[in-house]
Each structure stands twice: as structure tokens, then as C-alpha cells.
């Protein structure tokens, strides 16, 4: 490895080591503090990186990985949203578990999978990526002992995703019997060559999508996301709404970018009717939901259909708008998980929609964040969320996908209404006589972070064009 | 019948996958339904050493010690899981493990 190559992987190697190293350190001497303070060090730190990583863009470290504007981008969201996730977790995990020090191995290692991801353009990084990130997830998931749903959830997500892993690597096979190559740009030049899709390719691709769409949680792949939602501690459903998801779409980008997706009209109707069948789905199922937890399970679901529609709009445009509505997504995810944890007494999790009713008149503070989110999620004005659906819009003109399109305008309307019944909820005036409330922790550090991103989600939405600007400075480089 | 062995390999491969396909959808002890992943895994591993050896490159190989790596990784982790879930359930067979629906 040159020097150039370490300078460039920075951020990874450095969370890589980071976690070594906090291994070490748990085997020296267990406490909480030490190792959370290290983590976020660690974090910090990976984020630092990027800075002299800016150096040396566009760089490729052959054959497995590459550094360019894009990925570094996404490193960044990566990172910033592993680093808000961990401030949200050490409360929530002080009060729950007695051996909770192994969290802060288990998160960055997943982050460290991800930013694998983010980077990779070959399909053995992509594999090793995913793997790592999976195999921590099963540890996370199932990290709370004591809680009777969290080993479920836990074998549930191990069965389903070493399934879907799986059909994700015979996909690739097929893929690589076929083009010879495993690196994105060499399948694309491969298939460019021949002309067409032979029916082992198209396989291929296929089984591949499964892989993809299981870890994407999109329609029909999505069963597991509900009850791994629900049976996962907090912070860590948080982590698979959005790090785990965002750095699944970063490869599927780059692949579908590097062999000419848009050229071969039969991926693009399969991946059409995934989003279609995502957004409906995922809307619909949410409707009767009572657990909160779900609710956002199902919403996620439909938010990744709305994030394919800018994708399959293939234009310029569409990229950008995935970016903005990926960092949206995320800050709104994680505030709306935010809020969860920080309304989770120390026995309990506040997941029922009965656990919110008239929160507004008890913790104002609380429900206004819990508020805005929701807002965003559903896409009002003057949030990060509107902004978001504003660009995948703007992409769907330019690419003319009138159909999907009017599926989204629908979809967005249904999604409306289980967004404002948790709102109507909070809003209820007080009971009278006597009802048992769930008492929140209300950590500190986690009002802090909560009204971070309630900022952040306010400026994105008032004042999106800087983010803006800089999404479009690093796409140049990508199409 | 007379199969180019790459096509050979590649059908061998498949046969093996939906034989652990299949295996997982009808089997309802968990340790059972690990192992036909495994099985799957490893067809899938199958078909990228003919696949391999057919180009004449070694990318197919390595990315075979990969899934074995990561398939013992996996293993550890679920047999782990599943000791724990054995100590609240008494028992291994999935549809018990179903508290969560809806």
C-alpha cells in the first residue's frame, strides 16, 4: 500500500483501529465511561481523517476500493450519523444491560462495515463489507439479554440475512461466470461488449437485487424489518434505519452507475416495481399500526421507494436529489429514534401510541421535536424532509417518469395520515383521574443531540442550498 | 448428453442451492435451517470456483475462503443466539420463536 492509499482510507483504518484498540482496553479494565468516551474519540477522529483524505480525490486503491468525492460524502453522513447514534446509546445502555461495554466494539465495527460499502466497487469489498456489517448487527440486535424479543429479533435477522447473503453471492457468481470480471467497471465494459443481457446474467442480477433488497428493506424483502425494529434495542434500530440502509444504496448507486443501468430497460423494471411495491406497501402497513417502532419500520420501507424513484429517474439530478434526501432521512430517523430513546424509561421502552398521548401538555419540549420530525417525514414545508421530496420530484420531471411520480404524490398523501395521528396523539389534552405514564429517562446528552438535529432539520429545510451546493460539487465527478 | 463443464458446474451448483432453498423453507428447527444456509452458501461458493476456473483466474477462489470465513463467523453467532433462545423457549422450533407479528 502506497502512502497515498493509507491517507485515503484514513477515516477506515482509523475507526478499524480504534475498535482494536477498545478491545484491548475493555480486557484491561471494564467501564462504561472510559470506552464510550474512547468511542466518540474514535469517531472524531474518523471523522478528521477525511479531511487530509481530500487530498488525494479521486483516488483508487485497485481493485477493491474507491476514494472519490462521492464516497468521501458519504463517509462524512456515515460517520456524523454513527457519532449522534452513539450519543443517544450511552444512557439508554447505562440503565438496561450490566456488560454493556461491548456496544462500543460492535457499533463501529458496523460503522466500519458501512464505510467498507461506501468505498467499495469490486464485488469483494462489497461482500466483506456487508458481512461485517451483518455479522455485527446480530450481535446488536440481540445485545440486550434480558429482554425476551431481543433474541428473537436476533435469530430472526441471522436466518433471513444470511439467506439473503446467500442469494447475493450465487447472483454474483452467475454475474462473473458470465463478464469475467468482478470489478464494477469491468462487468459494465463486459456487458457494454456483448450488446445484450444473456439470461444468466439477468439471473444474476436478479438474485443479486434479492441480496441488496433484503439488507435495503425494500418490497417484497422486507419482513424482517417490522419485528427487527421492534425487538432491537433503540439506538441500534436507529443504526439500521439509516447506516445500515445508506451505505447498501451507495453500492447499489455505484453499480447501477458503472454498468450503464439505465440502458437495459429489463433492471430497470424490476427495479421499478420494487419501489412502486415499496411505497404502497410500506404506506399501507403502517395505517393500523399501534407500536410506534413499527410504524417507523413501515415508513422506512416506504421512504426507501421513494428514494428508488430518483434513482430510476436517471438523470444527473436524480443522484443529487438521493444524496439530500439521504441526509434528510437520516437526521429525521435518528431525531425520531432520538425521541424514543430519550422518552424510554429504564425498565420500558415507549413504543405504543398510547404511551404518547397529550405528551405535549407533560414534556412540550419532547413532543415538539417529536413533532417536527414526523413533519419531515412526511414531507411539510420548512423541514429537511419537504426540501428532500422536493428534489426527487424535480428529478422525476426531468426524467419524465410521470407514472412513479403519481405514485409518490399518492403514497405521500396515505403517509400523511399516521404521521399526524401519532401528532393528534400527543396533542390529546391531558386524561382525568388516574393514568400510569411511562417515566422518561430525559437524559442530558440526549435533549442536546435531539435539539442539534431539530436545528439542523429546520435549517436544511429553510436553507437547503449550501447543502445543496456542496451535494453537486462532488456528483460532478460520479456521472 | 454431452455439458461444457463450466455449464456442468454452474447446474451442480444451482441444484445444490435450491436443494438448500428449499431446506430452509420447509424446516422448522432453527439449527436445521442454519445449516441448509450453509449449504446454500457454499453452492454459491461453487459456482464462483467454476467460475474461476473457467476465466483461469484465482478471484474465484479467494472469494471462496471469504464465504467460508464469514460462513464460520456467522455460525459462531447463531449457534450463540441460539443457545440463548433454547434457555427461554425450551425448545428449537421456529414457530415458537414468534412473539413479534403484525
Redesign the interface.
Known sequence: MSFADFISLGPLITLFTAVVISMLLIAFKRNHRITYVFSLLAYLMALTAIIPAMLYIPHTVPPLLVVDEFSLFNTGLVLTSGLIILLLSYNYFEEREERKEEYYLLLPLATTGALVLVVSRHFMSLFLGLEILSISLYGLIAYLRARERSDEAGIKYLILAALSSAFLLFGMALVYAFTGHMDFPGIGAALRQAGYIPVTVLAGFGMMLIGIGFKLGVVPFHMWAPDIYEGAPLPVSAFIATISKGGMLVVLIRFYVDIHGNDYSMIWWMLAIVAVASMFVGNWLALTQQNIKRILAYSSIAHMGYILVAFLSGVQTGLEAISFYLVAYFITSIGAFGVLIVMSSSIQDAETLDDYRSMFWRYPWVATVFTAMLLSLAGIPLTAGFIGKFYIVMAGVNGHMWFLLFMLVINSVIGLYYYIRIIAMMFKSLATGEVTYIKPSLPVAGNITLMLLTLLLVGLGIYPTAMMQLIQQMMKMIV | MNLHP?TAG?LL??IL?VL??IS?LIRRN?IF??LS?EI??N???L??V???S??G?A??Q??FM??LA?AA??VS??LA??L??YH?LRSLDSDE??????
Open positions: 463450466t454452474l451448483a444451482g442451492f438448500g432453498l430452509v432453527i435451517m442454519l444456509v446454500m452458501l453452492a454459491a461458493g459456482a464462483f467454476v467460475a474461476a473457467h476465466w483466474q478471484d474465484g479467494v472469494m471469504f464465504i464469514m463467523a456467522e453467532v447463531g443466539l441460539i440463548q433462545l427461554q420463536a414468534s412473539r413479534m407479528n403484525g
